[in-house]
């Protein structure tokens, strides 16, 4: 099997193996309170919350969701951004025996929609700027309970005056009717966490049973919830720990990532209130605010995408600040240029950071990261080595069968924190989810590598077809049946051209329908079709109208020719 750990020995104190918990995410986050009760668990725009009033909200929230008819094996969707309130959500569904179903807050109502009836979620929690797009989609669902949730909440007393003047008064505000009776019955958070006890039994769970679904588009680029256990999450947070044992308790992880993504849910929350860490939860990303985040918070670890790191290297915010507080820096969510590390790397450097940038390599199927540049050892372009337990081969892509050495292939891995399964999807599980000959399953990644002799993997690009903007995936399937089912539209193709902020934009190849004008109109309104019907990141930044596509020999569009005609351009 080609694994290689050397840095394991090397380092002397990161073992190739580890033990994991058996217990469920609440579970361990009760177990560290017990241990660091008057730690801050959680900091957000200047009000803490330490453990142990963590465990208290935990505690009412999940006895409210009892109160709900909320249970083992309910499904309950959060559509939240980084708040105190999403992570007391999370936690207090785990407590029950449910399964919290995420979902970026900024997604549209048919989305919504999508995502909750696809879970089956018979409680949904959001924030009432949200409000619009939530009740309609919990009404289109059927969804019995909708929870709403005002970041004005959890801040601090002035920071809630500035909030009230400024974004409080252009939040949508549910109308009396609603609270009333109408269906579905809605509740603002506060007077739903008063509605607990303290005094609600935890569930004892099987730390194999299905603990959350994210979203992905898996390898065929429609959506996929994907279903991870309790203790794929507890592992995880073994392992970050394991592989950054300059970390302790008490440290200070600034949580930019979303807490509906694998990266910001496994990395930044979840392995830091496992291990008694504390999350600077960050709802909104700027790189002038991220800047002052840095300067007046000093994090001991900071994770991200390749545009953050962008963004900081183009912000003043930092000029003359020391970052000697810094431990760990990590890149995830794309692949990591050797010039923007260069750079990046020279400006920690500049500022003092003992540490150096470094890139990691995982998918959802697997939570998020399983495989990590070393702290002591880098090697240009490599994606670093597996987390203790996982294991990683190249495969001849369609096969089974491992490549040499140095040979390209499709990237599989295994170990404790792969997935469960694609929720409702048997026939795409089937495809992904393959065990083996020497007995184990393996993610069938869709994705190309190398591994060289010493087991350091490098990654070379994508099988799937997928656009990475800001970190995000977007699928191009999916933005053009959106615009397909445009009456105006008479085909569509969607590629991802290249961004010096965001790696990529998303630009759209329309032919109008018979008799339409490609005009400045027509795009626009095109444009607020997709506002409406996808998610922001994925709505095009570019749509360019011609009178046909390029095909293929045997029809179908020839999206690549579209790429080689963007990339000629970049070159002129």
């Not at 797009?133 to 019995?144: D, E, S, T």
């Amino acid at each position: 099997m080609q694994v290689r750990t050397p840095w394991y020995s090397s380092l002397g104190s990161i073992p190739a193996t580890v033990e994991y918990p058996q217990t469920t995410l609440f579970g361990e986050v009760e177990r560290i309170a017990s241990l660091y009760p008057d730690y801050t668990a959680c900091e957000f725009m200047g009000k803490k919350l330490s453990y142990r009033a963590l465990i208290r909200e935990i505690h009412a929230a999940a006895s409210s969701l009892r109160a709900l008819g909320v249970g083992e094996g309910s499904r309950v969707t959060i559509c939240m951004p980084n708040t105190p309130q999403a992570v007391v959500a999370l936690y207090a569904v785990n407590y029950v025996g449910a399964v919290a179903s995420m979902v970026h807050p900024l997604s549209s109502t048919p989305e919504i929609e999508f995502y909750l009836r696809e879970s089956e979620s018979s409680v949904c929690i959001g924030l009432d700027q949200s409000y619009a797009q939530l009740i309609a989609a919990c009404r289109a669902a059927g969804v019995g309970t909708l929870v709403l949730v005002s970041v004005r909440d959890g801040l601090g007393g002035l920071m809630r005056i500035g909030y009230d003047i400024t974004v409080g008064r252009r939040s949508p505000k549910p109308t009396p009717d609603v609270f009333s009776g109408s269906a579905p019955r809605v509740i603002d958070w506060r007077t739903f966490l008063a509605r607990g006890r303290d005094d609600l039994p935890p569930i004892n769970r099987d730390p194999h049973a299905p603990a959350v679904i994210l979203y992905s588009g898996g390898t065929t680029g429609r959506t996929k919830g994907i279903l991870l256990s309790n203790f794929n999450f507890n592992a995880l947070a073994v392992q970050i720990v394991t592989t950054n044992p300059m970390f302790v308790p008490g440290d200070r992880m600034l949580a930019v990532m979303p807490i509906f993504h694998g990266f910001g849910l496994g990395v930044c929350v979840h392995s830091m209130l496992a291990n008694g860490g504390c999350c600077l939860l960050v709802a909104r990303f700027t790189a002038d605010s991220y800047a002052a985040l840095l300067k007046k918070q000093r994090p001991n670890f900071i994770a991200g995408v390749p545009t953050l790191y962008e963004a900081l290297l183009r912000s003043s915010r930092l000029d003359g600040v020391r970052l000697d507080c810094l431990k760990g820096v990590f890149s995830g969510g794309d692949s990591l240029s050797p010039d923007l590390k260069r750079r990046f790397d020279e400006f920690l450097d500049r500022h003092g950071a003992p540490v150096r940038l470094r890139e990691g390599y995982g998918t959802t199927e697997c939570v998020t990261a399983s495989c990590l540049t070393p702290p002591d050892t880098f090697r240009e372009g490599s994606i670093g080595l597996p987390f203790p337990d996982t294991f990683y081969k190249i495969v001849r892509v369609g096969s089974e069968d491992e490549v040499p050495y140095g040979e390209e292939g499709e990237i599989c891995i295994s170990g404790p924190t792969v997935m469960l399964g694609y929720l409702n999807r048997p026939e795409e599980n089937a495809n992904t989810l393959r065990r083996h000959a020497d007995g184990l399953v393996w993610v069938h990644t869709g994705d190309l590598g190398i591994m060289d002799e010493d087991g350091f993997i490098y990654f070379r690009q994508r099988i799937k077809r997928m656009i990475i903007t800001s970190g995000y995936n977007v699928y191009p399937s999916q933005v053009e049946s959106v615009l397909d089912a445009h009456p105006e539209v008479n085909i569509s193709c969607v590629i991802g051209v290249p961004d010096p902020v965001r790696v990529q934009r998303v630009k759209a190849f329309v032919v109008p329908a018979a008799g339409c004008t490609p005009d400045a109109a027509l795009r626009q309104r095109l444009t607020e079709y997709c506002r409406e019907n996808i998610v922001r990141y994925a709505v095009p930044r570019e749509i360019e109208f011609r009178e046909e596509l390029p095909k293929t020999l045997v029809g179908k569009v020839a999206y690549r020719k579209l790429e080689e005609e963007e990339a000629a351009k970049q070159q002129q």
